[in-house]
């Protein structure tokens, strides 16, 4: 990142460019970030647990875009497509832009999502029960949520009948297969193209089926510092094996199996002790199964990559930042 900026510091009259193109400028600048139900910061530092659970709860990042902090007119180009909004459980403000951000839900929101049918759990907060039942706000899922068989709940647990019910209100939904993390200094973060322009974007979502991302992966993971001695990166290279081996697909057919099963039995095509592993390929094409099947929205399958700021003195985010900034502000008063 910092030799692109080199490159065009001579860059002349920003201010002098007409209005539609700086506000292109400011649009190309936004984060498309994902916002969790639960509250991560919270629930990390009440609980060591949550540090073992990182590959199916991928980390939010509440903090206002880098563009607010350039000049007023950034700032309101901002403030005009994004806002703060208490999409947490413990009232924590999270900066969320309609039109480009995605709420995520994982098993962690079990507990604290709404109420069961046993009366029990506690309510949503308002403006996070909002976000989730506006069908044009993107919604993301973890695989979990759906796999396995219960003989207690055999039409599955309630809050995946409940997440199955937001699912068929949009055409679209992404389902995360897995997550892990990184550790790059906030340079390399930037110039892998994984977390956007500057390194906002946290968790990534890579689609397993896009080669231009996961070739973005394989850049951050060539980048990623490995030290003797030390298990920190491994995860990820390990995560981009199993993409690299399809091995991912097999997920991929769990998750249908268990899906499509589940909605067959919300619909009474079939029989609430049929077991997901008997849905064979091949069996939703046929009728009844195919009319209602059709109702499941588009799949995109993916894995959540967080990334961490490693501990490099020769790289300070902050530092990065604030020339990322001050770039901005010279371009601006040429």
């Not at 001579?10 to 400011?26: G, N, Q, Y």
């Not at 249908?256 to 079939?270: G, S």
């Not at 967080?306 to 501990?311: D, I």
């Amino acid at each position: 990142m910092e030799d692109s900026i080199g490159a065009i510091q001579t860059f002349p009259k920003f201010r002098s460019l007409p209005a539609e193109l700086r506000l292109m400028i400011w649009a190309y600048c936004l984060p498309c970030r994902v916002v969790q139900m639960h509250d991560s910061a919270y629930l990390w530092s009440q609980s060591s647990r949550i540090q073992k659970r990182i590959r199916t709860a991928p980390a939010m990042s509440a903090k206002p875009p880098l563009i607010t902090q350039v000049c007023q007119e950034s700032r309101a180009f901002a403030l005009a497509n994004g806002r703060v909004e208490k999409t947490a459980f413990w009232n924590t403000p999270v900066w969320f832009n309609r039109k480009t951000d995605t709420i995520h839900i994982d098993e962690d929101s079990y507990r604290k999502f709404g109420r069961r049918e046993d009366g029990s759990g506690e309510d949503a907060e308002p403006g996070l029960q909002e976000l989730v039942e506006c069908s044009s706000i993107p919604l993301s899922v973890s695989r979990s949520i759906f796999l396995g068989f219960d003989p207690i709940h055999p039409r599955g647990s309630d809050f995946a009948r409940w997440s199955l019910r937001h699912i068929i209100e949009r055409r679209e939904c992404t389902v995360v297969l897995t997550s892990t993390s990184i550790h790059l200094n906030y340079q390399d973060a930037c110039a892998s193209g994984l977390f956007g322009h500057f390194a906002e974007e946290t968790p990534a979502f890579v689609d397993i089926n896009d080669a231009r991302q996961v070739k973005a992966l394989s850049t951050a993971c060539d980048m990623a510092p490995m030290r003797k001695g030390s298990t920190r990166n491994w995860d990820v290279l390990q995560v981009y094996e199993q993409i690299s081996s399809e091995y991912m697909k097999h997920y991929i057919t769990c998750f249908l199996q268990c899906v499509r099963t589940m909605w067959l039995k919300e619909n009474n095509a079939l029989r609430d002790t049929f077991i997901p592993w008997k849905f064979n390929r091949g069996r939703e094409e046929k009728a009844p199964y195919k009319t209602i099947l059709e109702q499941l929205p588009q799949f995109t399958f993916v894995v959540a990559v967080h990334f961490h700021e490693s501990k490099d003195k020769r790289h300070n985010s902050s530092k990065n930042q604030e020339k990322s900034i001050a770039f901005f502000n010279r371009l601006r008063e040429e």
